[in-house]
């Protein structure tokens, strides 16, 4: 998905203002031996609340671990066994994102994938990130954010181009 720059600069400030209030506000929360999904959840929440003052992103959904499947037909559905599925006990499953904004039911409005850990990202994380890009998904970003509890930053790839840059961030 293409999507013109100034709306790719809205998610991004919606984005590092959500981030800012996670840390702000839910930092306590972050350092403790919280679950991965729940953290999730509470950037969620922040993404929800604060994509209202962006008025291009402001009509978008924020899920958590939503399962498009239901959404898909059976050929894009076919599709994204084989491109994400992994092999879990000899069973082939779909991999759900952490937090996507996207518009429900369709794949022709998908803005944000996020990939969320609470410390490092690892290669399949990073591959899952650039696969989502291209059909039937085509999500128009992708970032990988590390929590990083107990420490002083947070880290996040970033893609520029098809190559992606580690950023330390100050929580």
Do not use: W
Not at 112 to 141: G, H, I, M, T, W
Request: charged share 30%.
């Amino acid at each position: 998905m293409t999507i013109p720059t100034r709306e790719i600069i809205q998610i991004m400030k919606c984005l590092f203002l959500s981030l800012r209030d996670l840390f702000t506000y839910d930092n306590e929360f972050v350092n403790r031996s919280i679950k991965e999904e729940s953290i999730n959840h509470r950037l969620a929440v922040y993404l929800e609340k604060n994509k209202i003052k962006f008025p291009l992103i402001k009509d978008y959904n924020v899920d958590v671990e939503y399962d498009k499947m239901a959404d898909n037909t059976s050929e894009e559905n076919a599709l994204l066994i084989e491109k994400f599925g992994v092999y879990q006990k000899g069973n082939k499953k779909i991999i759900r994102p952490d937090i996507i904004i996207h518009k429900r039911y369709t794949n022709q409005s998908n803005l944000l994938f996020l990939e969320c850990k609470k410390s490092y990202l690892n290669k399949n994380d990073r591959n899952k990130l650039q696969s989502v890009k291209r059909f039937p998904l085509n999500y128009a970003l992708t970032f990988g954010i590390e929590y990083h509890p107990g420490k002083e930053y947070y880290r996040i790839y970033e893609q520029i181009n098809d190559e992606y840059k580690i950023k330390k961030y100050k929580k």
